[in-house]
């Protein structure tokens, strides 16, 4: 079965003629591949076979899908058409947060991160010091939260939240204490790493995203929201044309760097998500700044470095294929750096010594 990560309704959107059918013809650059010799329909683009496996996206599939894109086609086609943004702010965060984890980049790339950070943290924590160390500071810490102790293992909070909003915090504390007392950390560590490497988390994050939304995975006072714009508005580019990246969502964070959203959480000052050839929807956060800080060719341009493996275009010139080459270039949610850096940052934090010091 074909199942699209990126609709059908916001790749038509993209079209070299501005028609918007399924059958609209849209330009796909792929990493590293020739430039496009001919446009290809929306419909053969951006999808995968059974890309939501019953396994796990459970009573969903393109049909569960229908309902929510018939909804997001009418409220990209009134934003194109002129409507304000601000007055749909809601229906807007749900398009952001679902398009910017439904994806194939999305999901492949947050599972290769996992898998990276898993194997980097097995290796700082492994050592005998390490290990003797940790065995006392997470006897200690088993009386706090299950996302404490992830964190205490090197894991980035946002990603600690999303493996405990999978795993539950039962199990996983349970799994823990029989390591820490039959086992080897390295052995708990893999046994986290062989459950959540291999995609486990990304399909929860996704499953969720598609079913619910994302918000419905923080508390009610929204007080963990991944993002909360304050104003919502609308950039409009006549004479340069759009992409769209395969990864969907461009953030901004605080020092300027772009990445997605989910790389930021509630440090995001910015985000965009270009609906259409010459139209891009922008949320500013309420400490970022009064107007996009992003043009077109910036735009343009992150969307290109964001992208795993595909950019959409509306036209195939000497910018476009620029744009192809820059597919892939920077790191959207956490690079090599800083994750030693985190892991690094945790084994100083918590190094023998520190906790009778702190104490």
Avoid at 183 to 208: E, P, R, T, Y
Wanted: glycine share 10%; proline share 5%.
């Amino acid at each position: 079965m074909k199942d699209h990560f990126i609709p059908c309704l916001l790749l038509a959107r993209f079209s070299v003629d501005g028609s918007t059918g399924r059958k609209a013809r849209v330009y796909q650059f792929r990493r590293d591949g020739p430039r496009p010799s001919n446009p290809v329909p929306a419909k053969d683009l951006a999808y995968a076979g059974n890309f939501y496996e019953r396994s796990d996206f459970p009573n969903l599939d393109e049909a569960g899908l229908r309902q929510r894109e018939t909804t997001a086609a009418d409220l990209i086609r009134d934003l194109i058409d002129g409507a304000d943004p601000q007055q749909h702010a809601g229906q807007i965060t749900s398009l952001f947060l679902l398009q910017g984890a439904r994806t194939k980049a999305f999901r492949e790339g947050t599972a290769e991160r996992v898998g990276m950070i898993l194997d980097k943290a097995m290796d700082a924590w492994g050592k005998p010091c390490g290990l003797d160390h940790m065995r006392r500071l997470l006897d200690q810490e088993m009386k706090h939260s299950g996302v404490d102790i992830l964190v205490r293992l090197g894991f980035p909070r946002e990603v600690a939240a999303l493996v405990l909003a999978q795993f539950g915090e039962a199990r996983l504390k349970q799994i823990i204490k029989e390591g820490l007392t039959s086992q080897s950390l390295s052995d708990v560590l893999a046994q986290l790493h062989q459950v959540f490497a291999g995609g486990g988390i990304a399909n929860a994050m996704i499953a969720k995203a598609q079913v619910k939304g994302l918000h419905t995975m923080v508390s009610r006072d929204g007080s963990e929201h991944p993002f909360c714009a304050a104003r919502w508005i609308r950039i409009d580019s006549p004479n340069e044309p759009l992409i769209l990246g395969d990864s969907c969502v461009v953030g901004v964070g605080a020092d300027g760097s772009t990445g997605w959203l989910f790389k930021y959480g509630k440090g995001c000052r910015e985000v965009y998500l270009p609906i259409g050839r010459h139209v891009a929807i922008v949320g500013l956060s309420p400490d970022g700044p009064n107007v996009p800080s992003l043009d077109a060719s910036s735009l343009n341009r992150a969307s290109a470095e964001l992208a795993r493996d595909y950019i959409y275009a509306s036209r195939c010139t000497s910018a476009e294929k620029d744009l192809a080459a820059r597919i892939g270039s920077v790191e959207p949610l956490m690079t090599d750096a800083e994750m030693d850096e985190m892991i690094d940052d945790s084994m100083r934090e918590h190094a023998p010594g520190k906790a009778s010091e702190s104490g």
